[in-house]
Nanobody, 124 residues
Framework: QAQLVESGGGLVQAGGSLRLSCTLS????????MGWFRQAPGKGREVVSA????????RYADSVAGRFSISRDDAKNTVYLQMNSLKPEDTAVYYC?????????????????WGQGTQVTVSS
């Protein structure tokens, strides 16, 4: 059964950068579209970015477009989220998710596998 594990979160000052990683075990990453979602305190889960099979299509939330970049390395079974120019409003728990044979939808309900999250805190 598939398991997703996120890493790379932490505390960073505004304007700084972090690179999140999410590794899939038990399955081949190449069979899945991958998404990054986040949930801030008191708010619902929202999409950050998504990438389709083989990186054929990418999506970004308006709030992160131009600052974040999603990429995947199927050989390493890992998807990444490079986060630059971080803002305090980016503070959240970040989750990766996998959708079998997906296109990289922004709908969280479409993703069948979820990681347990990694905390990103951006200080002012």
């Amino acid at each position: 059964q598939a398991q997703l594990v996120e890493s790379g979160g932490g505390l960073v000052q505004a304007g700084g950068s972090l690179r999140l990683s999410c590794t899939l075990s038990g399955r081949a990453l190449g069979d899945y579209a991958m998404g990054w979602f986040r949930q801030a305190p008191g708010k619902g889960r929202e999409v950050v970015s998504a990438v389709g099979l083989s990186g054929g299509f990418t999506r970004y939330a308006d709030s992160v477009a131009g600052r974040f970049s999603i990429s995947r390395d199927d050989a390493k079974n890992t998807v990444y989220l490079q986060m630059n120019s971080l803002k305090p409003e980016d503070t959240a728990v970040y989750y990766c998710a996998a959708e079998f044979n997906g296109y990289g939808t922004t709908a969280a309900s479409s993703y069948g596998y979820w990681g347990q999250g990694t905390q990103v805190t951006v200080s002012s």
